[in-house]
């Protein structure tokens, strides 16, 4: 008796502890992995106080009724990234204490009816990243502890009525990334549990309606990316709803109670929908809205009075022709590209708490060129002001001197040729100035000097040619942009006032030798850069580079970038750092500081008639030259302005003079050894009588 009773424990203890060849157990937490690329079944005697089993990266097609034999115990099963297509009905019958199913990234084209039946204690499927087009009725009724359905990334086309239904502890329906084309009501029985239901990036063109009412406890609906043209009814009984998405649809009406219910709302986002009006009380009753999102429709009109306590609403790239009704309770407003027709003087005078303000392309501002003074009068909170796009020739200080807590700038994208100190001299905290995209050519000295908060500056996409001396300043100076300009000429004291600048672009530039010194000052104290990119550059490696390529090889530099020759031609694609420092040679038989010679210069011509304005330069090693306009454009010869151009031997053309034209140009040279100035005064006249002359 006691022989048979010793067997038949041996026998129980070696099916707990005994492990399949083809697997590897882990007995302090009961877990086993059958992960041979070959394998194609479940295996056999997997020990049966095993409570997770992971099969990933196999061959395993078909998983059977009673493949998980033995294993009551079992609470998660991985089978994920395989070539599994079927899973039978009963198969999961042998493994009443599952709560995770992953089956994802597999092939499985169909989930018959009935596959999770006994599954009462399941909280979550993953079968995402598969070949599901379709959920049938009954796949997951009455599973009364899910929680989590994540089917994306499939292939579901159709959903059938009664696909899922008492369903009352769910959290999270995952549809999104699939081709569903429509949700009937039925789809989603009552009670629903679901707080989010993710139905982004399908092909939904109708949602009846009631066909989402069941989930009366959801915080957050998705439909970005389908083809919705109406929601009429599609939000009926969603009570608790905060946050609605369907971003990128084809809506273009909103009836007056297509929110009707949702006193709870507080995110609504309408946005890339072609919504040509809003008329009538259609946000009237969402008393807790905060954020409204009506970018990129069509509006050309928007009467309908907004809740009074909405904090955002995006109304850019519309078509609307005057500023709508606002509620002074806003604290971010974007009216960005929109033909607006008119802005008054105090126009957003009665929303003082207004922090964000985007008034980018706005056609008002386009036909001006600037900005009329007191637009901005009564915005003392406001701290981002966007204004890029508008076509302004110059930074709208008198407007902006209304503003005296900004600190974010933006001015991208404008025409502006020439910056100015007094530009800025009321926005002493400005933290973020963008300029990117002007037509700016230099940056000259002091021009920063009243920003002492400037944290970032973007000069990007101008066509600079020069950095003077201390051009840029300030204490907590950490990022410059000057990447894809024209830039030929730093100054070797740039940046002798800006010493925590730790985030530096000078790509994509003009630029063939640097001063020696010139980023000494930001490593001074041995702090790293944390980012700088100085590529694409044609860096001519001769003698103007020397003193540079010694800076390159202290302790200090040894985190820069490595710059590549772009020339001459034996040190091509070589690393400045590792070149010889005594191959760093220029042909030269006597080193000069350059001079200059301006005589044979039109200093008088007639309207229409041409000028050229001369620069002989003597230097040695060549100098790059530099001319200044009377309006403070500055050129090279790789510059391309409108009736000016710089020839290869430095003088300065004018192709067909006009009264603008007259004044005081201004030529430097510069070389590693330093540079020198010389002025031409050009007069231009219309009498008959006067006479072209030259400097003789």
């Not at 997770?52 to 196999?58: A, D, R, S, W």
């Amino acid at each position: 008796m006691w022989w048979t009773f010793l067997c038949v424990l041996v026998a129980l203890i070696d099916a707990v502890h005994a492990c399949p060849p083809e697997c590897t157990c882990f007995g302090d937490v009961p877990t086993v992995q059958c992960n041979i690329p070959t394998l194609d079944h479940i295996p056999k005697g997997i020990p049966s106080n095993t409570t997770l089993l992971q099969m990933k990266g196999t061959e395993l097609r078909v998983v059977r009724k009673g493949d998980l034999a033995g294993l009551p115990l079992l609470k998660t099963l991985y089978l994920f990234n395989n070539k599994l297509q079927t899973i039978e009905v009963g198969a999961f019958d042998d493994v009443p204490a599952i709560v995770d199913i992953e089956i994802g990234s597999n092939q499985i084209s169909d989930l018959p009816p009935g596959v999770f039946r006994g599954c009462g204690q399941l909280q979550s499927v993953v079968a995402d990243r598969n070949k599901l087009t379709k959920i049938q009725k009954g796949v997951f009724n009455d599973l009364a502890s899910l929680q989590a359905v994540r089917l994306g990334n499939n292939e579901i086309e159709t959903i059938e009525v009664g696909a899922f239904s008492n369903l009352s502890n769910s959290i999270v329906f995952s549809l999104e990334n699939n081709r569903i084309r429509d949700i009937r009501k039925g789809v989603f029985d009552a009670p629903q549990g679901a707080t989010q239901i993710q139905l982004q990036n399908n092909n939904i063109s109708v949602i009846e309606p009631g066909a989402l009412s069941a989930f009366s406890k959801i915080y957050m609906l998705l439909l970005d990316n389908n083809v919705l043209s109406t929601i009429t009814g599609a939000l009926k009984g969603l009570d608790n709803a905060e946050i609605i998405s369907i971003n990128n649809n084809k809506i273009v009406v909103l009836a007056e109670n297509t929110f009707e219910g949702l006193h709870k709302l507080s995110g609504l986002d309408l946005s890339n929908n072609q919504i040509r009006a809003i008329t009538g009380q259609v946000f009237v009753n969402l008393s807790n809205l905060q954020t409204l999102n009506l970018h990129s429709n069509k509006l050309v009109r928007m009467d309908s009075p907004l809740p009074k306590g909405i904090g955002q609403v995006m109304l850019s790239s519309n078509l609307l022709s005057q500023v709508p009704p606002l509620p002074g309770s806003l604290g971010t407003l974007d009216l960005s590209y929109n033909p607006l027709e008119s802005l008054v003087q105090g126009q957003f005078s009665h929303i003082p708490s207004i922090t964000t303000l985007g008034l980018s392309g706005i056609k008002y501002f386009i036909e001006k060129g600037t900005i009329d003074a007191g637009v901005f009068a009564g915005l003392g909170r406001l701290g981002t002001l966007n204004l890029a796009d508008n076509r302004l020739t110059r930074v709208p200080s008198e407007a902006l001197g209304k503003i005296n807590q900004l600190d974010t700038l933006n001015l991208a994208g404008n025409e502006i040729t020439t910056l100015h100190p007094s530009d800025f001299v009321n926005q002493t905290i400005i933290q973020t100035l963008n300029l990117n995209g002007n037509n700016l050519t230099s940056v000259p000295e002091s021009v920063f000097d009243k920003l002492t908060r400037l944290e970032e500056v973007d000069l990007s996409y101008n066509p600079i040619v020069y950095v003077g001396p201390g051009a840029f300043k300030g204490g907590v100076l950490f990022s410059v942009h000057l990447d894809h300009t024209k830039l030929r000429i730093i100054d070797g004291a740039a940046f002798n006032e800006s010493v925590e600048v730790k985030w530096l672009q000078l790509n994509n530039n003009y630029l063939q030798f640097l001063p020696g010194g010139v980023f000494k000052p930001l490593t001074f104290y041995g702090d790293l850069m944390e980012f700088e990119d100085m590529s694409d550059n044609p860096w001519k490696c001769d003698c103007q580079m020397y003193e540079y390529a010694q800076y390159a090889r202290s302790p200090a530099a040894e985190h820069l970038s490595t710059l590549e020759c772009a020339s001459p031609g034996n040190l091509t694609k070589q690393v400045l750092r590792k070149v010889p420092l005594n191959t760093l040679k220029c042909d030269c038989p006597h080193y000069a500081v350059p001079t200059i010679d301006t005589k044979g210069s039109s200093t008088v011509v007639r309207v229409g008639q041409g000028a050229v304005l001369n620069c002989q330069v003597t230097a040695c090693p060549e100098a790059a030259v530099i001319w200044t306009t009377p309006t403070g454009v500055s050129l090279t010869s790789d510059s391309q302005h409108p009736g000016l151009h710089v020839l290869s031997d430095g003088s300065l053309v004018v192709v067909s003079a006009s009264s603008d034209d007259s004044g005081t140009y201004s030529c430097m040279a510069v070389n590693y050894l330093g540079k020198a100035t010389a002025t031409v005064r050009l007069r231009v006249t219309d009498g008959p009588h006067d006479h072209d002359t030259t400097d003789r």
